[in-house]
């Protein structure tokens, strides 16, 4: 089981940029593919760019170019940098964690940070 903790949301103008950041405890993270979500209000939640344990990336349309994800195992961190943020960018960003060695493909989620993008 692992335990995610998210940070480095906050206000920002249109065509600025944010560093998020997910610290996972509790289990080994280079064995866990990770994830970056987000929930806009009256929205459904929707995958924003995802790294698996090999570091292979995607990400949605809506972000390429845009947004990156990274990973430090070292640092038991995931990243995602947000660059040219726009105002539809603005949502609850969440972090969640699957381990490759769980067969019950369990997904595990931290608390959300909120992203604002306004003038």
């Known amino acids: 089981q692992v335990q995610l903790v998210e940070s480095g949301g906050g206000l920002v103008q249109p065509g600025g940029s944010l560093r998020l950041s997910c610290v996972a405890s509790g289990s080994i993270f280079s064995g866990y593919a990770m994830g970056w979500y987000r929930q806009a209000p009256g929205k459904q939640r929707e995958l924003v760019a995802h790294?698996?344990?090999?570091?292979?990336?995607n990400y949605a349309d809506s972000v390429k170019g845009r947004f990156t994800i990274s990973r430090d195992n070292a640092k038991n961190t995931v990243y995602l940098q947000m660059n040219s943020l726009k105002p539809e960018d603005t949502a609850v960003y969440y972090c969640?964690?699957?381990?490759?060695?769980?067969?019950?493909?369990?997904?595990?989620w931290g608390q959300g940070t909120q992203v604002t993008v306004s003038s």
């Open positions: 790294i698996g344990s090999g570091g292979r990336t």
């Open positions: 969640k964690g699957r381990s490759d060695y769980d067969v019950r493909r369990t997904d595990y």
